[in-house]
Structures are given as structure tokens and as C-alpha cells.
């Protein structure tokens, strides 16, 4: 049994969005939705120019094993198709639709025919759904589990540890049954008996109705955790529910847990009922240059201008703008960028907020050390990684890291270290797959 | 429009190295209004000259070297202080410049500025003075400009009976160097640093409570020996110096510990009546070690190196 405590960092909450429940924003005159909304290979694209589609027709098939289809989020007409820029750097093709405003849903939807596991792991694929959490990774290849007896718990993300996000709360709160119909669906297809929600202390409302619903149920605990950001890191929540150690490299699975975010597993449930494949998103739209802070529903490829006029604008123009939250958010390159399926919240920067302070030496002071929740010493991978040390490196475990943020928070010489940590582990994974060619 | 792009995370806590030094100057301020009282005006200009010739000399080293100035963050501050600190009152203004030149220059940004440093700067110039200076160094003038031994010599020739009264000896009333005898405005100090988690307490207990133990196992009196000499002050302001000691929890502890068994070595069997200063300093010396010896272990669950 571990019965050390992880390390962990006070953030402030700024969940000034918790009250309120999403309102949807005006259908947007185009939508463009890229190829690549998950971790794997791109989508590849099955309309072309001109095609009229509607909201969830297939627009783009699953290429490859670790992959998702993608479906439209309008009804309307491909203008045209062409590679956009995303928010990692890479040039992926995306789908441009006019929309026609109404909004038509595909006819031919319907709930899909699940009887078994293979059923339900097919329907999981079809409905286009990835981990919304953020991690975008497709669920189906996570619950395509090869053994099931393996899995001793389900564990539902609901940490939702990033400042100002607050669509995990909302789904707990508005789409409540979904995720107690969805632990059903997970209980009767894959055979789990044991399910533990992780929601921080900051949720009172959300472990409330949680709680309710628990009680109704076989198997569930609400596991109500201190909001220590990153609680809702997978190993970090997997370790504070369970005191299990993911081994590096390895998956929840090997310690017999599957964690599952609490707003992908109500949009399954939700999706075996309706036969609407993941076409629309609950986003918080917060930050100090929004107007008015809110929960909105918006289409998956509305551009974040469209999303952020449709949700009451901005004050002046935002400075820098970011895909999540403000701790492993991505600052987008532009306004045009769309809105992705993991998108779960978009923050807006004025300026005061937005340019990242001064850097100056490191004093040595270990807070870096003495704050990551997995241990590591990012003074000692910046040095490695600067003397050009990949044996050192891997030695340091740099792998490990999952760019949680906390060092760069808590350093007060401001040193990029999430930075020099990405580098770093870029640089060994170089090293490595250089080494093994060299065998 | 260009949107200013950056890597996560995208806010931070406050803290600064200004504002930590500027803490750990605060938390100096109850002992140089002690030194005052105790010793006198003198006492202000040795800190004054101190403080000025430290910032001085950074400043005018990173000048020549063409480096970024960074006599904002204050820690020049601080280490004039503390080695003004560890100084007789009676030290000539000269010797005191001297010392903060080498605590600046050759200690400090010789090994490449803040952060940098190996040993901590004010304990090494205090130790280069001694053996530069050993006459004024160890002239402990009292108020009423009477010279008088510090306590802990008076221990080791056994004197005992000249020793102040405990309650003396808390206030700061006695000989010794001008920043280290007022314990009550050390601990308001250290009490401070720890409240704003600056320092953790795990170096001050470590290395106190060795100094205590080991006295009482040697059958010395246990309150002249936390009360003598450099132990307080350097239990908390010199032996938690950041970038000259360990950075985890284990690696303050056994820091602490250290220092402690260093400094009773010395004051038992050896032939300063002192030894807070060389314990720091051999401790400075293994830090990188001990360091290493005590990194945390990644959560890596098995896998991995």
C-alpha cells in the first residue's frame, strides 16, 4: 500500500461559470472541421465539394486502428476542402461547411442495435467520440479492452481541475442521468462492478446530485477529492482514488483501472439513445477579455471568433486565446482556429494577462521539485537538456512527465520549464528511436 | 490582429525572487534593530557599509561583464546583511568592505551569479575575514566599549562563572558577532520565513535539535549552546540558503543534521570556541551529493530506470 501523498499546487478556481447551465450560440455562417480532433492517424475525408450534408452525416471515415470517424455539425453544403493550420503546428486537411441555418439532423440516424461488448465497442467507434477531457484519445480503443476481467474499477474523471472550466460540472448537473445510464451500459458491456467518480471539493453542487444518484446504484462511490490541481491528472487521480501506481509507459488497465472523463461517458449514453454522433460541444467561455463569462453549446468546427461574438463578445481584442484551460491549454495561432471535439473550454486573454512575465536565473530554491505530482526534477532536466544529456535524461525520467504545469506555476524566477521539458523529451525521444536503429 | 502565442502554462502564482528576498530581508530587520540596541549605532554603519558595497560590487561586476543587472532582486541585500551579521561590531569599515567584495565577487558571481553559487557567500567571506583578520575578527566589544569574550569561549576556558544569565542571553545581551546574539529577534526572523514558506523548518530542526541532543549527550548545558554563538542564525537564515543546500525535505534533514554534528565537533573537541560557519561550509560542500542522494523518486510505478 503507498501512503505517500502526492504534490500538488493551490491554482485559483475561477469557476465563474458553474451556475450556469449552456445556452446554445447562433448556428455560424461556415464551420471547418479538421481531419484530426484525436490522438492518431487523421480522419480521411468521404465528401466533396458541393455535397450537402446535415447535422451527423458521416463527413469523414476512421483511417487505421487508433482513429475516429468524423460527422458534420450543420446541415448545409462542403465549400471546400483544403489543409488548415492547427493548433500543434501541423498542416491537417479540414472540411469547410456553409451552413443553411436550420440545422436539419441526417435521416437516417438512429439509436444503435447493441446486444453485446462487441456491439457496444463498434457503437462506441460509429458515434465518433474521444476522450473529452481534453486528451482527445478514442474511446473505443479504450474500451475495447482485450480482457475483461482485468478491470477492477471504472473510474470517471470528474476532477475537472483546471481553473475557470466548468463543462463537467454542467454535464454532472444537467445530464446527470446520462452518466448514471452510462456506469449501466459499462456495468451490463464490459462487465465492471466497481465505479469511483473523482470530483474535487470545489463542486459541492455536482457531488450533491452525484451522491443522489449513487445511492440508487449498485457499485458507485463518489470519491470526493481536494482540489489540489492536477487532480484530475490520470495518474495522479488514479493513485488518489486507488493508491495504484500506472507504471511509465504502461496504461490504467495494468493496474486494472479504466478512467473514463464523466462528460464522454454521458455523451455515450446518451448516443445509444439517440443514434447523434458527437457533433456538438458544452464549452466555458471565460477569461479577462470576455464580456460576459458563460457555458455555451457550439458546433465542432465553429471558429473561435464565431464562438467567442456568439457567446457576448469580447472586451477590445484578446490578446491570446487558449484551447482549455490556462494550465495545459494551447494558445491558439488565430481566431479562425475551430473548435475541436476535446474542446472544453476557450479562454480569452486581454493583454495584462496574456504576455508570460520575466524570466530571470534560477535561485535553487527546489519549488519546482518540491511541486511536481510525479516526482521529477525539472532543475535538473533543464540542465541536462541544456548540456545535451539524453542518458541523463532518461535517467531523470523526463518521459514521465505529463506538462501538468505546476513547476513553471510555483518557479518565482518564471523559468519555462514546461517548455524545456517538452524540449527535453523530444529530445529523447529522438535519442531513443536513434539508438534503436543503431541495434 | 496577432495573437500572442506562448507555451502552458498560461498563469502563475505571484512570487518573485525580489519578493523572497525581499521576505528574508524583512525577516532580518527585528535582528539589525536588535544590534543597534545591543551594540550601539555602530552596529547600522557596519550593516550599512556592508549592504552598499555588496550592491555596489554586483553591480559594477555584472557591468564589466557586460551581464544583466540584477541588483533588483535584492539577494546582494541580503547577503550584505547577513555577513554584516557575522561581524564584531568593533570591525574596521574597511575590512568590512573587503569582505563583502569577496562575498559578491568571488564567492558569488565568480561561480556565475544567483542560483549559482556553491557555498553560501556571506558564511565564506566570514570564514576568508577570520583567517584575513583573526585580531579584529574575534574583538567582540561590548556597549560600554569593555572588550569581553563571547560565551561559548568563555565555555571552552572554562570560565563558566562570567557567563550571562540565560535571559541575557535570549535578548542578545553579550558578546559575539552584532546580528547573531539577539535570539527572541532571530526567531521572530525564522518564524516569519517559515509562515511565508520561504524556508522549510526541516533544515532549523534538523540542525538545532543535533546541536541539542549531542549537547546533552556530551553533558553540556543545552540552552548556552542554542543560544551561543552563530546557531541560531545560521540554523535558519545561512543553512537555508537556496542554491548552496538541498532542495528536498530528506536532503534539509540530513543537511541539518550535518551541520549540527559539524558544529558540536568543533566547539567539544576543537579549537574554535565556533563552528557554525564551517559546518555550513563543509555542508555547502557536500550539498551536490547529498542532493543526488536524495532526489525524489519519480512515480514511475516500477517501469523506467
Known amino acids: ?146 480482457d475483461l476481467s482485468k478491470i477492477e474499477a471504472v473510474i470517471i474523471n470528474a476532477a475537472e481541475c483546471e481553473p475557470y472550466i466548468t463543462s463537467d460540472t454542467r454535464t454532472m448537473l444537467d445530464k446527470s442521468e446520462y452518466i448514471f445510464k452510462g456506469i449501466g451500459a459499462l456495468k451490463k458491456y464490459l462487465g465492471a462492478k466497481r465505479f469511483i467518480i473523482g470530483i474535487e471539493n470545489n463542486k459541492q453542487a455536482a457531488i450533491k446530485r452525484m451522491k443522489e444518484l449513487s445511492e440508487q446504484t449498485d457499485g458507485v462511490e463518489v470519491h470526493v477529492l481536494p482540489a489540489i490541481y492536477p487532480q484530475g491528472g490520470e495518474k495522479v487521480l488514479v493513485y488518489n482514488t486507488t493508491k495504484k501506481i500506472i507504471p511509465k509507459g504502461g496504461l490504467p488497465l495494468d493496474v486494472g483501472v479504466i478512467v473514463i472523463n464523466v462528460t464522454t461517458l454521458a455523451f455515450i449514453a446518451e448516443y445509444l439513445e439517440t443514434g447523434m454522433p458527437l457533433v456538438e460541444k458544452c464549452i466555458t ?155 | 490582429m496577432k495573437l500572442i502565442s506562448s507555451v502552458s502554462p498560461h498563469i502563475y502564482n505571484k512570487n518573485s525572487t525580489q519578493r523572497i528576498m525581499l521576505d528574508v530581508v524583512l525577516a532580518l530587520v527585528p535582528a539589525a534593530i536588535a544590534s543597534v540596541i545591543i551594540f550601539g549605532f555602530r552596529a547600522l554603519l557596519v550593516i550599512g557599509v556592508c549592504v552598499a558595497v555588496c550592491v555596489l560590487s554586483e553591480w559594477l561586476f555584472e557591468k564589466a561583464c557586460k551581464k544583466e543587472n540584477t541588483i533588483s532582486d535584492l539577494s546582494a541585500v541580503v547577503t550584505g546583511m547577513l555577513l554584516a551579521f557575522n561581524l564584531p561590531v568593533s570591525i574596521p569599515l574597511w575590512q568590512a568592505a573587503f569582505g563583502s567584495i569577496v562575498a559578491i565577487v568571488v564567492v558569488k558571481q565568480l561561480f556565475g551569479g544567483i542560483g549559482q553559487n556553491f557555498a553560501n557567500p556571506a558564511i565564506t ?17 561590548f556597549p560600554d566599549a569593555v572588550s569581553s569574550a563571547t560565551p561559548l569561549s568563555l565555555i571552552s576556558k572554562g570560565e563558566t562563572s562570567a557567563l550571562p544569565s540565560y535571559f541575557n542571553m535570549f535578548l542578545g545581551w553579550r558578546g559575539g558577532c552584532l546580528g547573531e546574539t539577539c535570539v527572541l529577534a532571530l526567531l521572530i526572523g525564522g518564524a516569519y520565513l517559515l509562515i511565508r514558506r520561504v524556508i522549510s523548518w526541516h533544515t532549523p530542526a534538523a540542525f538545532i535539535g543535533t546541536v541539542a541532543i549531542m549537547s546533552l549527550i556530551c553533558g553540556k548545558d543545552v540552552l548556552y549552546q542554542l543560544m551561543g554563538g552563530g546557531l541560531i542564525i545560521g540554523a535558519f537564515f545561512m543553512a537555508t540558503d537556496y542554491s548552496s543546500t538541498p532542495p ?20 567539544f573537541w576543537g579549537n574554535f570556541p565556533e563552528g557554525v560557519s564551517f559546518s555550513i561550509l563543509l555542508m555547502n560542500i557536500l550539498t551536490p551529493y547529498i542532493s543526488k542522494l536524495t532526489r525524489h523518486k519519480p512515480l514511475t510505478g516500477g517501469a523506467g530506470k
Open chain 1, 1 to 146: 500500500m503507498n501512503i505517500m501523498r502526492l504534490h500538488g499546487i493551490h491554482v485559483p478556481h475561477r469557476k465563474n461559470t458553474a451556475e450556469m447551465a449552456p445556452v446554445w450560440i447562433p448556428v455560424p455562417e461556415t464551420v471547418t472541421i479538421p481531419m484530426s480532433m484525436h490522438i492518431g492517424k487523421p480522419a480521411s475525408v468521404a465528401v466533396k465539394r458541393g455535397d450537402e450534408v446535415k447535422v451527423g452525416q458521416l463527413i469523414a471515415e476512421q483511417d487505421g486502428f487508433i482513429s475516429s470517424p468524423i460527422h458534420s455539425s450543420v446541415s448545409g453544403t462542403v465549400q471546400k476542402i483544403d489543409d488548415i493550420i492547427i493548433s500543434t503546428g501541423s498542416a491537417v486537411p479540414a472540411v469547410t461547411i456553409k451552413t443553411d441555418g436550420l440545422q436539419t439532423p441526417f435521416e437516417e440516424l438512429a439509436p444503435p442495435y447493441v446486444s453485446d461488448f462487441d456491439s457496444f465497442v463498434k457503437a462506441v467507434k460509429k458515434s465518433g467520440v474521444v476522450g473529452l477531457g481534453g486528451a482527445g484519445f478514442p474511446t473505443f480503443v479504450k474500451l475495447g479492452v482485450d
Open chain 1, 285 to 439: 467561455v471565460d477569461g479577462s477579455a470576455v464580456k460576459e463569462p458563460k457555458n455555451v453549446i457550439a458546433p465542432i468546427g465553429t471558429s473561435i471568433e464565431d464562438l467567442l461574438d456568439g457567446a457576448g463578445g469580447t472586451k477590445g481584442e484578446p490578446a491570446k486565446v487558449i484551447y482549455g484551460g490556462p494550465m495545459m491549454g494551447i494558445a491558439v495561432p488565430s481566431l479562425d482556429t475551430p473548435v475541436l471535439k476535446m474542446t472544453n473550454a476557450i479562454i480569452a486573454m486581454n493583454e495584462k494577462d496574456a504576455v508570460p512575465p520575466k524570466t530571470t536565473q534560477c535561485i535553487g530554491c527546489g519549488m519546482c521539485i518540491n511541486h511536481c505530482p510525479l516526482r521529477l526534477d525539472p532543475r535538473a532536466i533543464s540542465l541536462a537538456y541544456k548540456t545535451d544529456d539524453p542518458e541523463q535524461l532518461r535517467a531523470l525520467n523526463v518521459d514521465l512527465c505529463m506538462e501538468c504545469g505546476c513547476c513553471s506555476y510555483v518557479c518565482p524566477a518564471k523559468r519555462p520549464l514546461i517548455q524545456t521539458n517538452k524540449l527535453a523529451k523530444a529530445k529523447l525521444r529522438d535519442y531513443l528511436s536513434k539508438n534503436k536503429e543503431a541495434k
Open chain 2, 125 to 141: 567571506a566570514r570564514i576568508i575575514m577570520m583567517t584575513a583578520f583573526s585580531g579584529t575578527m574575534t574583538t567582540w566589544t
Open chain 2, 248 to 267: 528536498t525535505k530528506l536532503g534539509k534533514i540530513i543537511f541539518g543534521i550535518g551541520c549540527g554534528l559539524i558544529t558540536v565537533l568543533i566547539r
